[in-house]
T-cell receptor
């Protein structure tokens, strides 16, 4: 019963490529989040969205952008991929007024 | 904004022993503190949470304690088993009530 789906489990891209990471949730959640997970650094927030077409920067937005054209889909965009963006990317969603997050399975991105 | 620190970063215990993971937070307005468990290659999943009007909460072998005055909370796992081996994250809800800030994670290893 997967509820937050990330389109790719593993991805290898070249430096300078434009990369799209997709996240879809089927729980009608208003809030969606993109985190980056690196060893020893925990989960760092890149961008989040509380509604369709709105977005807010998190702690490490540089080099990333997002798109939320539909409530169920939140896309993370790497405008020009660099090797320091090699990481595990986790999407999460939550219901407005509810505190619990549901995470996706993650996308492990390698930039070569 | 909220800052959450988590210790230790790694913890190794013998099967059957207890494990304790500690977190501190900075925003005194935070009132919700979840703990997530992430097994190798899997998504983080909520295992227990506590709200600020409660000092302790138990669920079988897992308990969480909260000291609002000192702004710290802890996860206690008793009678540890090999399947408890995972990375554990603490988190605190921001004062707007819509976003979690995560600690850096603790890698727990339970040796049989």
């Amino acid at each position: 019963d997967v509820k937050v789906t990330q389109s790719s489990r593993y991805l290898v891209k070249r430096t300078g490529e434009k990369v799209f990471l997709e996240c879809v949730q089927d729980m009608d959640h208003e809030n969606m989040f993109w985190y980056r997970q690196d060893p020893g650094l925990g989960l760092r927030l890149i961008y989040f969205s509380y509604d369709v077409k709105m977005k807010e920067k998190g702690d490490i937005p540089e080099g990333y952008s997002v798109s939320r054209e539909k409530k169920e889909r939140f896309s993370l965009i790497l405008e020009s991929a660099s090797t320091n963006q090699t990481s595990m990317y986790l999407c999460a969603s939550s219901l407005r007024g509810s505190y619990g997050y549901t995470f996706g399975s993650g996308t492990r991105l390698t930039v070569v | 904004g909220e800052n959450v620190e988590q210790h230790p970063s790694t913890l190794s215990v013998q099967e059957g022993d207890s494990a304790v993971i500690k977190c501190t937070y900075s925003d005194s307005a935070s009132n919700y503190f979840p703990w997530y468990k992430q097994e190798l290659g899997k998504r983080p999943q909520l295992i227990i949470d506590i709200r600020s009007n409660v000092g302790e909460k138990k669920d079988q072998r897992i308990a969480v304690t909260l000291n609002k005055t000192a702004k710290h909370f802890s996860l206690h796992i008793t009678e540890t088993q090999p399947e408890d081996s995972a990375v554990y994250f603490c988190a605190a809800l921001n004062n707007a009530g819509n976003m979690l800030t995560f600690g850096g994670g603790t890698r727990l290893m339970v040796k049989p």
